[in-house]
């Protein structure tokens, strides 16, 4: 699935999103209920966004955000009876934002794709090391309370990104 050239983002002080890994998140906020019900009724991709430190100064309306985020897919989402959700995010891929757009009470960020280009050099520094990120994940699964089974066909790069997003 190509990513569009805008998606509504999502930015938040300390959680991140990365290609291939999953992503629970409690929704509140009246924009970004909005947002949910939008993206459930279109394409269902969210971007995540890291705010900028100080953002609290503008937290309710633009504060900066860093420029590089990635896309998410809706793959569940609950629906709550005082207007809040609970849903997952799939990472799809990371963006690089070029702009902004007005109109929404969320923010709608205007984005590139940013391909990931792993080499054969990569691929097998990601091979030697693997057991080791394995060791690594496993313990902050463990450390969350999450079930610490790791599939061995997991590619290198989603092992990389999994580690990435719990640390």
């Known amino acids: 699935m190509p990513l569009p050239p805008t998606i509504p983002i999502f930015p938040l002080p300390n959680v ?10 409690h929704i509140f906020e009246p924009r970004y209920r909005a947002m949910v019900r939008d ?7 969210i971007g995540m966004v890291l705010l900028r430190p100080g953002f609290e100064a503008d937290y309710a309306g633009r504060p900066p955000v860093y420029p590089i985020g990635c896309a998410g897919l809706i793959t569940h989402s609950e629906p709550l009876s005082d207007g809040r959700f609970n849903i997952v995010l799939r990472g799809l891929e990371k963006f690089r934002m070029t702009g902004e757009e007005a109109g929404q009470p969320y923010r ?3 984005v590139e794709a940013l391909a990931e280009a792993v080499t054969q050099e990569d691929k097998t520094v990601m091979h030697q090391h693997r057991r ?8 902050a699964m463990v450390h969350r309370g999450s ?7 997991v590619p290198h ?3 990389v990104n999994a580690l990435a997003q719990f640390l």
Do not use: C, G, H
Request: net charge negative.
């Open 39 to 45: 993206a459930l009724a279109s394409d269902r991709i």
């Open 147 to 153: 079930d610490p089974k790791l599939s061995p066909n």
């Open 16 to 25: 991140v999103l990365f290609p291939n890994v999953f992503l629970p998140l």
């Open 108 to 110: 709608v960020a205007q």
């Open 157 to 159: 790069d989603d092992l």
């Open 132 to 139: 080791r990120l394995e060791r690594l994940l496993t313990a």
